[in-house]
């Protein structure tokens, strides 16, 4: 009798008596090592830099579009001026044949592009041994019909400025960004997302396959995951015909943070199998964009990293037992989420410590069947939304990207890590990236020696920090990646306790430098309207979808 009564202490103590999620501390009364208690990462989809700020804070302001004018003092970035618009090397190459191109300014009527290439061998071949001369030729891809650049593989070389990215270009005016952010490797998103939250893609287990293009042989016995391959752990894998399905091994951030009984999330637009819409239900549920004239599904399986891993995945979508159980382990829902059970969480006071957020397909960004208009749409909601909250003052939001889509971006960064598969890297030479026995080779994870497939940094991406602790309109150069997120998560609530197994967090660069703690917050909220990205006195007061 004794041994049950104990027994039952142990459990009510863990908070699972029938089901109960384990209900880990209020984010605010976490110990942390800077007064940020709640990070948001909106996560969006395939940019280059270049391709959102080749000429910032400098935009062309036609008539009928919103203008921007940058504030006295603000910084330059590195981004495309004199010989790289005018003569660039993409439009002097002779190998780029009739696809030569200079780098060309699209407008909000061509907000709606085509998707270029982002494959892992495409990206470093575009890159052509450090001369970012060969875009149109390795990752271009046009529009079908008419005569301009814009319609011809030329238009991988196509920027927008800050009439179209106009939210974007305002919120680095107001608090920070960095000019010198990158992917951790080369290619596509499912790399770019695992990565994001282990800093590892070495490690794959096949789970069904018809061919061998997403994975490479690591040189150790392993694989290493370089394309989209969906993950065998998701419903939605079988029902959107995923042909090439695998697994994760090894450990992400979110072991960790369960680990120390610590609130997150990764919410998804379009998780809720169970919600119904005009566009249907369930896995193939889709939404329509105006902007890019496509329907796509609301949800994609390899876009979200959590459900490559045994310990994270929630594979039947199962929902949170209550808004209050939403970041709390021992939920049947695993800490995986629809988007919208992010705002009803924080709405109810419960706001996760670190959430990860993907809006729904139409509003990710990606080219092809999203757009920057509205991707803008969800960002500017869902930071309006945040910047009224009471917890706003301890709170930063990261943007940033998956992937590149193979957009041009004139800056390659020096080979940190690299990769010597003799039919898929191409950087520095055939079956090369990097120099063999000179550049750094991180090993597996399983602990094995250095493994190919990981050939990086990668393109170069945009990333903004939004926050009353962010620098305000400054410009930061540090050379970071992915995984500097990932170490940002480590550094501030698990005392940088790092993933391990050969993972980017132990070498990847601090975000640190984007943020001033040496004082009180000091930046106030900036309001935009969703649609023109343009400052406004009160938000709307709407919610993204």
């Known amino acids: 009798m004794k041994r049950v009564a104990r027994a039952l202490v142990v459990v009510l103590a863990l ?44 935009a062309q302001n036609p008539r009928g579009e919103p203008a921007f004018v ?34 060309f300014r699209l407008d909000r009527t061509q907000a709606a592009t085509s998707d270029q290439s982002h494959d892992y061998s495409d990206e470093q071949l575009a890159y052509d041994r450090g001369a970012a001369d060969l875009f149109p030729r390795h990752t271009g891809r046009g529009l079908p019909g008419g005569t301009s650049a814009f319609y011809t593989p030329s238009v991988v070389m196509g920027y927008y400025d800050g009439n179209t990215v106009t939210a974007l270009w305002n919120y680095a005016q107001h608090f920070a960004m960095s000019d010198n952010a990158y992917a951790d490797d080369y290619g596509p998103s499912a790399p770019g997302a695992i990565s994001l939250v282990s800093g590892q893609t070495n ?6 396959s018809v061919d061998s293009t997403d994975w490479v042989h690591d040189g150790q016995g392993g694989l290493t995951l370089i394309s989209d391959a969906g993950p065998s752990l998701d419903i939605c894998s079988d029902s959107l015909y995923y042909l090439n399905q695998g697994t994760m091994t090894g450990r992400n951030i979110g072991d960790l943070l369960n680990d120390a009984g610590i609130s997150w999330g990764w919410f998804q637009g379009g998780f809720d199998l169970t919600l119904r819409t005009a566009g249907g239900q369930g896995c193939g549920r889709t939404t329509a964009s105006h902007i890019a004239l496509r329907t796509s599904a609301d949800y994609i399986p390899h876009h979200e990293p959590f459900q490559y891993y045994r310990s994270t995945a929630n594979r039947l979508h199962l929902r949170p037992a209550s808004v209050s159980a939403i970041g ?27 959430a990860f957020l993907k809006p729904q397909a139409f509003q990710d960004g990606h080219a092809g069947y999203s757009d920057p208009l ?14 009224q909250q009471p917890d706003w003052s301890t709170t930063a939001v990261i943007v940033l990207y998956d992937d590149s889509d193979g957009w041009y971006d004139h800056q390659m960064a020096p080979v940190g890590n690299g990769s010597f598969d003799p039919g898929r890297d191409f950087l520095t030479g055939v079956g090369a990236c990097g120099v063999r026995g000179t550049t750094p080779q ?8 250095p493994v190919n497939g990981r050939c990086g940094p990668g393109t170069r991406q945009p990333f903004l920090v939004i ?10 150069h540090t050379l970071i990646i992915q995984s500097s997120v990932l170490r940002f998560i480590e550094d501030n609530w698990l005392a940088s306790r790092r993933v391990g197994g050969g993972s980017y967090d132990a070498t990847a660069g601090s975000i640190e430098s984007l943020f001033d703690f040496t004082g009180p917050a000091r930046v106030a909220p900036l309001f935009l309207n969703d649609s023109l990205g343009t400052p406004v006195r009160t ?4 919610l993204p979808g």
Request: net charge negative.
């Open 203 to 208: 490690g794959f287990v096949v789970g069904k």
């Open 374 to 387: 509205d991707e803008q749409t969800f960002l500017v909601e869902t930071i309006n939304f945040l910047e």
């Open 70 to 103: 940058a504030l006295p003092g603000t910084p330059g970035v590195n981004g495309l001026a004199g010989r790289l618009l005018t003569n660039n090397p993409n439009r002097t190459n002779p190998e780029n044949r009739e696809l030569a191109s200079n780098p």
């Open 539 to 542: 938000p709307s007061g709407r």
């Open 15 to 58: 908070g699972l008596v029938a089901g109960r999620p384990q209900t880990a501390p209020p984010a605010d009364a976490l110990p942390t090592a800077t007064p940020i208690k709640h990070l948001v990462i909106i996560f969006d989809e395939n940019i280059s830099f270049d391709h959102y700020f080749a000429t910032y804070p400098v």
């Open 467 to 476: 926050s009353p602790w962010a620098r305000p309109n400054d410009v930061d």
């Open 328 to 354: 709390q382990s021992g939920d049947p829902a695993n800490h995986q989420y629809d988007v919208r059970d992010f705002f009803a969480a924080v709405r109810a006071g419960n706001f996760p410590a670190v």
């Open 442 to 449: 991180l090993g597996g994870v399983a602990g094995t020696g």
